[in-house]
């Protein structure tokens, strides 16, 4: 009887111990959350502007990653228009006529579209696909495109 005691008194202790620790593991992580919040809007809207509104985009297109870097050749790559209605067709100008491949993914990566093309210019039908945001990729041996496109309704 007195051992069972003992033992629960120090299983009280133990989890007045951890109560403790918890509580005070979470008012540091909170603090340190509100550190890190608090340096980001500032160095936010210092950095986007100067605005002071908190809110900062930026959008990276019309990038091209060179794979081979002992290839010397500059890849332009145009799609267009972006947005772009379901009803139009999507236009791929690309100044270097080599064979590549599209693809066309969702947010999530489900890649829904690709084909493999072989000349400068090219037109895609976009009627199949649904309103919203996808991933255009478009490569070779020699680049990796990537741009955000995105479908309207008509």
């Known amino acids: 009887m007195q051992q069972t005691l003992e033992k629960t ?3 009280k202790r133990v989890i007045m111990i951890v109560h403790k620790l918890h509580k005070y593991l ?6 340190a959350l509100l550190i890190c919040f608090s340096m980001s809007t500032s160095a936010q809207s210092a950095y986007h502007g100067g605005k002071g509104d908190g809110y900062a985009s930026a959008e990276i297109s019309n990038i091209v990653l060179n794979i081979n870097s002992v290839s010397n050749k500059f890849q332009s790559i145009n799609l267009y ?4 209605k379901t009803s139009e067709n999507l236009k791929i100008n690309i100044s270097n006529p080599m064979p590549y491949y ?3 993914s969702d947010l999530p990566g489900r890649m829904l579209f690709f084909k493999n093309y072989a000349t400068e210019n090219a037109s895609l039908p976009l009627s199949g696909f649904q309103a919203g945001t ?4 478009i490569y070779n041996a020699e680049f990796n495109y990537f741009q955000k496109l995105i479908i309207v309704n008509p």
Do not use: A, D, H
């Open 9 to 11: 008194v120090r299983l």
């Open 26 to 31: 979470m008012q540091l992580l909170i603090t």
């Open 81 to 84: 228009p972006n947005p772009i």
């Open 102 to 104: 599209l693809e066309i």
């Open 134 to 137: 996808y991933i255009v990729r």
